[in-house]
């Protein structure tokens, strides 16, 4: 009867609602909109239409807007942004946010982040959605060379979010006679970050929010990378693990831990009780006295005092971020997940990404342009934790981009509901680090406050946006009954949408701190699961 009501719940929720429709030929009148700078929260120079057309495809009839918001530098990037505005508008709005790096305008007439497969996208059932670049052009998401422009990094860290939103309700308003009555945003990773400064920044211009797991901590993340490469590339690289070792720890503590929640599935489900035998089964593969290099077949000291530690554990500073943290939680790279060590043992003067450990190449886009205004950097003479100018700035930077504020009254005030999702084989943004921010919000805010507008899930086998369960959700349908009916997600399923045999499976989205239990039963279904705390 539970799932009866919130089925009803959400057909409801979406059912088609009487709204200002637009006039014949409206689209291509807006073709010669011009927005002024008056009518966009942040500084510009405004905001003008660069195309608009008609179009007719499997989403149904809409009207494509492609338009430019324009800088106060004039050496800055515009915005890009695009806006589809439906013939059968049901008066919401739907911002899609971007990745990495950004520098692109993301898919705006697909399916939410992790949406189910088979059904309507937003735009079919009638969400105007929109999205834009971040506020600067590139043709790769790892590129962050933008951020030598102030004007472009304010936009990035977080100005493009409301300067987008500002402009499409100018359209929206010229094209249906009315500004969208409800707007939610929907993103992932740097969109997932992008989608929680919604809610603090402007939470009276948000009404809901699905963020899968943002990048809450930035600047956390970012001097985790440049930890990790001191503890990596130190002393000719005695902390790098090749990548055969790498393969095992992942393997052999999937096989120590899957059990753990009563079915072997090929998912760590309870990586807390994983936990409590990482340290013994590390010391199991200690090599013996004297041996050094990189071995194959077990592990040294400094690959395990310095890679493993940093990686797991995550780090200390002497100094605190904007939200008066002053560490950034490590990952479950003992505990299922395969670590992004790079394929290669020396450092690139440049790192890249794939032949050097992942979090390490990020971290020198990241202090290279947003710290040293382009100037090439040597991440295996930083310190992060020295006092002086490149303190100051990390501090600037955190205030700019982290979203870890734990008040959200007054989005709660106004019956914002958050949506948070993240998954437990993240090996790009810690789980542990989302964890704590979400307690911390629970722990200024109290339990039922906290309830009354914020779910947090945790997945077993989520990676970042894949893994061995890669989850489908109709997320936004569960967001809008919440926010319209006051009907919570808390008995909803997730479909695995990996390409591989267990495709098609099922579990409970389980809220945190409870993790889903075997009972009885197919262990492909969710029904055979319950959601337990210990």
């Known amino acids: 009867m539970r799932r009866t009501l919130m089925g009803l719940a959400l057909c409801a929720a979406l059912a088609p609602q009487a709204q200002a429709q637009p006039a014949p030929d409206t689209c291509g009148r807006l073709a010669t909109l011009r927005i002024d700078p008056a009518a966009i929260t942040l500084p510009t120079t405004g905001a003008q239409v660069l195309s608009a057309a008609p179009v007719t495809d499997a989403n149904g009839t809409y009207c494509r807007v492609m338009g430019a918001i324009l800088p106060v530098d004039p050496a800055a990037p515009r915005i890009l942004f695009q806006a589809n505005l439906p ?28 949406g189910l497969e088979g059904t309507p996208t937003p735009l079919a059932r009638g969400f105007l959605t929109f999205g834009g670049d971040s506020g600067h052009q590139a043709a790769r998401n790892d590129d962050a060379s933008f951020a030598v422009n102030e004007e472009a990094l304010h936009n990035f860290g977080y100005q493009h979010i409301r300067k987008t939103l500002d402009a499409v309700r100018q359209v929206a308003t010229a094209h249906y006679g ?3 009555r409800r707007v939610y945003f929907n993103g992932g990773s740097t969109g997932g970050r992008e989608g929680m400064t919604a809610a603090i920044r402007w939470p009276d211009a948000y009404d809901g929010i699905i963020t899968w797991y943002p990048v809450t901590s930035y600047t956390g993340l970012r001097l985790w990378g440049a930890t990790l490469a001191r503890a990596v590339y130190d002393d000719n690289s005695a902390g790098w693990i090749p990548p055969a070792m790498v393969t095992r720890l992942a393997r052999d503590s999937i096989a120590r831990c899957d059990a753990l929640d009563g079915v072997a599935d090929g998912l760590v489900s309870h990586p807390d009780g994983c936990r409590l035998g990482a340290a013994a089964y590390v010391e199991s593969l200690r090599c013996p006295a004297g041996q050094t290099g990189n071995p194959d077949n077990c592990l040294t000291a400094p690959q395990i005092d310095r890679a493993l530690r940093v990686y797991h554990e ?10 008066g943290s002053r560490d950034y939680r490590g990952y479950n790279s003992l505990e299922g997940i395969t670590m992004q060590l790079g394929t290669e043992r020396d450092l690139q003067d440049t790192p890249d990404v794939d032949r050097n450990a992942r979090h390490a190449a990020l971290a020198y886009q990241f202090f290279r342009y947003f710290v ?19 303190r100051d700035r990390i501090l600037e930077i955190s205030g700019l981009f982290d979203a870890s504020a734990t008040d959200l009254s007054r ?7 958050i949506i948070w999702l993240h998954g437990h084989d993240d090996a790009s943004v810690s789980p542990l680090e989302n964890r704590r921010n979400f ?16 779910r947090y899930f945790a997945i077993p086998g989520l990676a970042h946006g894949g893994g061995r369960f890669a989850p489908q959700w109709e997320s936004l349908a569960a967001l809008d009954a919440w926010r319209e009916n006051g009907t919570p997600p808390d008995a909803a399923i997730i479909t695995d949408g990996t390409s591989s045999t267990t495709r098609g499976r099922t579990r409970p989205l389980c809220r945190l701190p409870t993790w889903p239990q075997y009972r009885s039963g197919d262990p492909n279904q969710a029904a055979s699961f319950a959601c337990v705390a210990e």
């Open 314 to 323: 995550g780090y200390t500073l002497p100094y605190a971020f904007a939200n």
């Open 178 to 180: 009315q500004a969208p």
């Open 411 to 417: 989005f709660a005030a106004r019956g914002g509901k």
């Open 439 to 454: 307690e911390a919000i629970v722990a200024r805010m109290g339990s039922a406050a906290t309830d009354g507008f914020l």
């Open 372 to 390: 040293f205004g382009g100037n090439h950097v040597d991440m295996r003479q930083l310190d992060v934790t020295a006092p002086g100018p490149v």
């Open 87 to 114: 013939a059968q508008w049901n008066g919401r709005a739907l911002q899609f946010g971007g990745g990495g790096y950004n520098g692109r305008i993301p898919n705006t007439t697909g399916l939410e982040t992790h």
